[in-house]
T-cell receptor, first 114, second 115 residues
Framework: EPEVTQTPSHQVTQMGQEVILRCVPI?????FYWYRQILGQKVEFLVS????????KSEIFDDQFSVERPDGSNFTLKIRSTKLEDSAMYFC????????????FGPGTRLTVT | GENVEQHPSTLSVQEGDSAVIKCTYS??????FPWYKQELGKGPQLIID?????GEKKDQRIAVTLNKTAKHFSLHITETQPEDSAVYFC??????????????FGQGTILTVHP
């Protein structure tokens, strides 16, 4: 069964450094998402991406964040200058589109900013 | 914006008992309600969903009910097994079909099934 994959599983970085989190969505899916979950809190929406552009973003997704689909298979989230409060679990999800509403999540990347 | 509240935060049952988790949502334009199961170290796994034009949906031991008037939906697990132990999240989407599908999640329920 096709699944969303994410790398790395755990990333440790120093405050102020740039990080790139990588995702490979399910191959025939058209909508892509990033969510994050700070320890002990709700899963929060960050951004959705469709047709090679951002379709919606939350107030969390400020100028420090960017997303890209550099080729036909990868979907990346970049944080330009990490802050301590960026420490969280980051989940990628994808959806086929059309009448299919289901979003499928990857296993997540745990980002630790020190 | 949409707000989803989920209760209880923890639920402990004996194997074979039923478990019920409840969620309420705030925006009457919400029209899609998925439930996710998250096991330790894994991402959320979609287990069942319901659209606003349906009142109930069942898949083997799990079922979801929706009360649009009360803005309330519930997950029912019957004949629970130890492998049902996990964190369960409810979620909603406003205006799916006209929006891009941003999920708003509840706080999560830690379900423990004791053998």
């Amino acid at each position: 069964e096709p699944e969303v994959t994410q790398t790395p599983s755990h990333q440790v970085t120093q405050m102020g450094q740039e990080v790139i989190l990588r995702c490979v969505p399910i191959s025939n899916h058209l909508y892509f998402y990033w969510y994050r979950q700070i320890l002990g809190q709700k899963v929060e929406f960050l951004v959705s991406f469709y047709n090679n552009e951002i379709s919606e973003k939350s107030e969390i997704f400020d100028d420090q964040f960017s997303v890209e689909r550099p080729d036909g298979s990868n979907f990346t989230l970049k944080i330009r200058s990490t802050k301590l409060e960026d420490s969280a679990m980051y989940f990628c999800a994808s959806r086929r589109g059309g009448s299919s509403y289901e979003q499928y999540f990857g296993p997540g990347t745990r980002l630790t900013v020190t | 914006g949409e707000n989803v509240e989920q209760h209880p935060s923890t639920l402990s049952v004996q194997e074979g008992d039923s478990a019920v988790i409840k969620c309420t949502y705030s925006d009457s334009a919400s029209n899609y309600f998925p439930w996710y199961k998250q096991e330790l170290g894994k991402g959320p796994q979609l287990i069942i969903d319901i659209r606003s034009n349906v009142g109930e949906k069942k898949d083997q031991r799990i079922a979801v009910t929706l009360n649009k008037t009360a803005k309330h939906f519930s997950l029912h697990i019957t004949e629970t097994q130890p492998e049902d132990s996990a964190v369960y999240f409810c979620a909603s989407i406003i205006g799916l079909g006209t929006s891009y599908g941003k999920l708003t999640f509840g706080q999560g329920t830690i379900l423990t099934v004791h053998p």
